[in-house]
């Protein structure tokens, strides 16, 4: 039994493109088109532009943007602000 790989950007091979449009980015980063149009804007992700003059992102950068994002650990604290608006909100 072979595992076959589907691939959500419309292409016509298995696995991810080296070159991503942006909402093939943003699927396989796991965000919104507009997450990623932004991260774009403000410079947290660089792109190219291809032959058809539209920006497109090369995946081993989105991947090096993905391992700089920050790690956390341990335990989330109570949501003390969201907590106080819904007693507010109750009242």
Known sequence: MTLKLENPCGVGLPGWPRLLRIPCAAA??????????ASLRAGEI????????????????LDKWIDRLPRQTGKLRHPVAAS?????AAV
Do not use: N
């Open 84 to 88: 106080e608006a819904r007693k507010l």
């Open 28 to 37: 396989y980063a796991g965000k919104t088109v507009g997450f990623i149009e």
């Open 46 to 61: 660089p792109y190219v532009i291809d032959g058809s003059q539209e920006r497109v992102i090369e995946r081993t950068d």
